[in-house]
């Protein structure tokens, strides 16, 4: 019978790599929480509609990406490709707008796109992210930014640099598409075939591409930055201030567009050199206009994506792995239940402990403690359950300390 494995550009996270994912999983779930934001969790699948709605036809994540099919009642359904728009939907089906003025949520979920597969790019894979609905200050957008660099900073990734600009609000970017065809028209047929298909409708796409012709191409190209009104230069140089007060380093790159049509004003990512040319681990900005393009409610709002499976490439494993605080030997069946008794008093502890399932000799316990990486190893022998003591060493020394039951967590901690 031939072996059914996992379908392309999907893969089963286990053993080390399930920790690494725990230990982001965890490490966003405090510090998002700390800074006021509260988890929210949305259906793996919604109306197609919503996408079209809010991502916009003509992007590549629409025409090209998005995994859609019809269920049994004739319904498009489209699993997700991105986080914000599941979000905008909750918040605005909710009414969330009517019981809070500024709202704040994060997600870790699983998100679906259909792309090459390659080294930390899968077609399931997985986000953590956040949103902040219902505040147009400049000041949101520079907290968003500082959280998503401290975040990296948690993680203990290393060589980060922050990429802002600013692509204004709708009429400053129409003016700019039509300076920007007027610019690339001269050049069409030096364009890679999709900016080609795209610069005239999308123009702003050809600044995201990333063949090195079109980046070449677009080198002289005019800048957003240059075409702001004066409202839009103040929110810009406010973020930057702040930004400044809350001590992010920043670089300005004025061809940061991001790769979704919502966006509005700030947009910004964070790279880490430690993946070369593809080096984008966190990327968002504001989007005042999606919300009131899904639900017509003018709602400012401001977010950030972050790719789990990418910087699960950039952690090290000593960071993670799940050693245990102590390692239960027990060398006969007699002491079975006192061996358990040792290990569940531990637990109730909150002591990591390690015990097998049936007896070994001292020999392979050791062993196996050392494989684990245990700190401390816990022997119980045939005279332990009578006397009601137990041996504990420090699994660096040969030395064995007999002790009482009642002392195991003073002498343990």
């Not at 609905?133 to 990296?152: F, K, T």
């Not at 430690?274 to 400012?300: A, M």
Request: proline share 3%; aromatic share 10%; with cysteine.
């Amino acid at each position: 019978m031939k072996l059914i494995k996992a379908m392309r550009g999907t893969r089963d996270i286990y053993d080390v790599e399930a920790l690494k994912f725990n230990f982001i999983e965890d490490t966003a779930k405090e510090l998002l929480e700390n800074y006021g934001f509260g988890r929210i969790i949305t259906p793996t699948f919604e109306s197609t509609d919503l996408f079209k709605r809010g991502i916009g036809e003509g992007t590549d994540i629409v025409d090209k990406e998005m995994y859609t099919f019809s269920d049994r009642g004739d319904r498009s359904i489209t699993l997700r490709p991105e986080g914000t728009a599941a979000v905008v939907r909750s918040y605005l089906e909710n009414k969330t707008y009517a019981k809070e003025d500024l709202t704040k949520y994060y997600y870790v979920n699983n998100m679906f796109r259909y792309e090459r597969p390659q080294a930390g790019r899968y077609r399931e894979f997985y986000q953590v992210g956040v949103e902040v609905l219902g505040n147009a200050s400049p000041m949101a957008d520079a907290e968003v930014i500082s959280v998503g660099y401290r975040l990296m900073e948690k993680l203990g990734i290393e060589d980060l640099k922050v990429n802002i600009n600013s692509v204004g609000g709708n009429e400053t970017r129409a003016k700019y598409r039509k300076l920007l065809v007027d610019y690339l028209t001269p050049k069409k047929n030096e364009l890679c075939s999709d900016c080609q298909n795209r610069y005239e409708a999308n123009p702003l796409r050809v600044l995201d591409c990333k063949n090195e012709g079109c980046q070449n191409l677009t080198i002289d190209a005019p800048t957003l930055p240059d075409n702001l009104n004066d409202q839009e230069k103040d929110h810009y140089e406010t973020v930057k201030k702040y930004l400044d007060i809350f001590g992010v380093k920043y670089v300005e790159n004025p061809r940061l567009v991001r790769g979704l049509d919502y966006y509005s004003s700030t947009v910004f990512e964070v790279i880490t050199e430690k993946l070369g040319s593809q080096g984008t681990v966190l990327g968002g900005g504001r989007y005042d206009n999606l919300i009131k393009q899904i639900g017509d409610k003018d709602v400012s709002a401001v977010g950030f994506g972050a790719g789990i499976d990418r910087l699960m490439m950039l952690l090290n494993e000593d960071q993670i792995l799940n050693t245990p605080d102590v390692y239960i030997s027990w060398l006969d069946e007699e002491n079975i239940d006192y061996a358990f008794l040792v290990a569940n008093t531990l637990r109730d502890n909150n002591v990591k402990v390690y015990i097998e399932y049936a007896p070994k000799s001292a020999n392979a316990h050791r062993k196996k403690a050392f494989k684990l990486g245990a700190k401390k190893e816990i022997i119980i022998d045939s005279e332990s359950k009578t006397n009601k003591t137990l041996g504990l060493k420090e699994l660096s020394s040969r030395d064995i300390e007999i002790i009482n039951f009642n002392e195991i967590l003073e002498k343990i901690r």
